[in-house]
C-alpha cells in the first residue's frame, strides 16, 4: 500500500461499514506503519485499487482494539488480520481467496507463526464472511462483544 492508494481504500474501507469498521486517514496511515502486511489489490485495466488487507503481527504494543487484545492474551504468535475490503464490482470473482492466499504465503515465508486470526460479526451477522472463512479453513476460537451491541466471531487457522 502506497501513499497514492489511501484515498481508493478509505472510500472502499468506509463503503463497506457496518462489514468493517469506519476509519480516518490518521488511523489508515497508523495502520500502515503499524502493520505487518498492507496490501493493495489494482484493476490491471485503471490501475486503481479494488481490494485491500492489512494484517498485524502478535507483540505491537500500541492499542490496536479489544479484538487484537483478545488474541494476544491467548497466544505468544499470531498475525491478525486486521481489515481486508473487495470493492462492490469485485466481489464474488475469487479476490478475496487470492488475498488471503498472499498473506499466508508470506506469514509462513517468515516462519515466525503458524497462525493467522481475524474476526467476523455475528451480530449483526455477516454470513458471507463467516462461510468465507469456514471454506478457507478458518475455526471459532471464541466469541466477544466488541462494542455494545457488536459481537464478533473469533476465528484461526492453523498454516501447517
Known sequence: MQAGDLAAVMRMNNG???AVSLIDLDELQQDVRLAEHALVMTDTATSEPHGFCTTFASGINEDLG?????FAARYPAFVYLDRVVIDTPFQSQGRGELLYAEVERRIRATGNTDLFVCEVNLQPRNEGSLRFHSRLGFEQVGEQESKPGLIVAMLAKRLV
Do not use: C, L, M, S
Request: aromatic share 24%; charged share 0%.
Open 66 to 70: 479489544v479484538n487484537y487484545a483478545w
Open 16 to 18: 463497506n461499514v457496518p
